[in-house]
């Protein structure tokens, strides 16, 4: 099974700043990546797929890049709707199709 | 508009089973792949399994392949997704969700583009 690790797992930033978030494979998944937001007691919704393609409807402050191994997601400015928990999920190769552990974002 | 609506919570003793179903609206059921999805409390998403709707084959996680069905009832739109011999690492939140699909020259890129709502199964003695 391919594993995704997501650092940090939590973060504290004040709205305005930018975020990024990191998601490693353990193996090389080319850009099969996709990013969703979980806000507490909703389903995921997703963010970005194909690694940087943003998904209709997202705002454009979300963005998403890498390849390979290595996937960041990146909040250039920081609003208080983005407090939520972001999971990166590979879909390059299954079963099964895992997901990251999560990183849990906090307006200060 | 597009939308997959979910049975509702469900609490069952170890050993049951459980049966929840997934109805989509909005768009043609038998075009899409739904995936089902699990996540227990403070956990991260577990992957299930997957089920192409056209031809009704399905794809699951070796961690429950023994004890999970995924079917559909395309006259009716549905999907359902069982899960036998219950344990209480079973409770958690279900998910159904559609699978979109985006083509870029060679690749296929996958994603969940449109979820239920989600089924909470709780599994106590």
């Known amino acids: 099974d391919i594993q995704l690790t997501q650092s940090p797992s939590f973060l504290s930033a004040s709205v305005g700043d930018r975020v990024s978030i990191t998601c490693r494979a353990s193996?090389?998944?080319?850009?099969?990546v996709a990013w969703y937001q979980q806000k507490p007691g909703k389903a995921p919704e997703v963010l970005i797929y194909?690694?940087?393609t943003l998904q209709s409807g997202v705002p454009s402050r979300f963005s998403g890049s890498g390849s390979g191994t290595e996937f960041t997601l990146t909040i250039s400015s920081l609003q208080p709707e983005d407090s939520a928990t972001y999971y990166c999920q590979q879909l390059k190769s299954y079963p099964p199709l895992t997901f990251g552990g999560g990183t849990k974002v906090e307006i200060k | 508009q597009v939308q997959l609506v979910q049975s509702g919570a469900e609490m069952k003793k170890p050993g049951a089973s459980v049966k929840i179903s997934c109805k989509a609206s909005g768009y043609i059921f038998t075009s899409y792949t739904l995936q089902w999805v699990r996540q227990a409390p403070g956990q991260r998403p577990e992957w299930m399994g997957w089920?192409?709707?056209?031809?009704?084959?399905?794809k699951y996680s070796q961690n429950i392949q023994d004890r999970v069905t995924i079917t559909r009832d395309t006259s009716a739109s549905t999907a359902y997704m069982e899960l036998s011999s219950l344990r209480s690492e079973d409770t958690a939140v279900y998910y159904c969700?559609?699978?979109?699909?985006?083509?870029?020259?060679?690749?296929?890129?996958?994603?969940?583009?449109?979820w239920g709502q989600g089924t909470t199964v709780t599994v106590s003695s």
């Open positions: 193996q090389g998944i080319s850009t099969y």
């Open positions: 969700a559609r699978v979109g699909l985006a083509i870029s020259g060679p690749d296929y890129y996958y994603y969940m583009d449109v």
């Open positions: 194909a690694a940087s």
């Open positions: 089920l192409h709707v056209g031809n009704g084959n399905t």
